[in-house]
């Protein structure tokens, strides 16, 4: 896969868990130099929710026939509400990769999952997203992908992490849904 400078991504993070509704934040770049626009949905915290709503918010979406990429976040959002990346590719035919800046530790996501409804469906959700890649960086940071191979998602990584190991368009993504969400709760005190 050719990889343009300006790829068209779409990156998702979640908000601060301060309520039972969580606001996601899409930010929509060019590469990892231009924010072009942004996108907003919210799911339930501890949900099973986070898989639709993203769909709806990517198809729904006046940047729709551009995203050539979603970055995510992790595989759950809003607490253990993941995210079927397999599902999200099919649904919408855009390639996803999932961003991590640590391997997650499954043992704890298994125990913790024992306090949810649904617990085998999450896990089984969590453990489609598939492989693990380690990215050799400064600070190794870990992916997983769906619908591209794995190269060309290390090179959209790399590319896109300017300023630190983090993708320009998740960190944006991530300063936008934190700001959005303390702001409100600021101006209701």
């Known amino acids: ?15 601060p868990l301060i309520a039972d509704r ?3 934040i899409g930010a929509f770049f060019r590469g990892g130099e231009q924010l072009d626009g942004v996108l907003r949905s919210e799911i339930g915290k501890d949900g099973m929710d986070a898989t639709e709503a ?27 509400n993941p995210v079927d990346i397999e599902t999200i590719f099919t649904e919408t035919g855009i390639p996803v990769i999932v961003f ?5 530790d499954f043992e704890k996501i298994r125990l913790a999952l024992e306090h ?6 999450r896990w089984e959700i969590i453990q489609r997203a598939g ?3 380690r990215i050799e960086q400064a600070n190794p940071v870990f992916i997983q992908v769906c619908g591209m191979d794995r190269k060309s998602a290390v090179e959209i990584v790399r590319r896109t ?16 849904s934190t700001g959005v969400v303390l702001g409100e709760s600021a101006g209701k005190a």
Not at 59 to 69: A, C, D, L, P, W
Not at 100 to 104: A, D, G, T
Not at 116 to 121: I, M
């Open 161 to 176: 992490s300017i300023h630190s190991n983090i993708p320009e368009p998740l960190r944006a993504a991530h300063l936008i």
């Open 1 to 15: 896969m050719h990889i343009k400078p300006e790829i068209r991504i779409l990156a998702i993070d979640d908000s």
């Open 22 to 24: 969580i606001m996601i």
């Open 131 to 133: 492989r693990i890649y």
């Open 116 to 121: 949810l409804p649904e617990k085998e469906k």
């Open 54 to 80: 993203i769909i709806h918010m990517v198809t729904g979406s006046k940047f729709y026939g551009q995203i050539r990429v979603i970055m995510l976040d992790g595989i759950t959002y809003a607490g253990f």
């Open 100 to 104: 991590m800046r640590s391997c997650p």
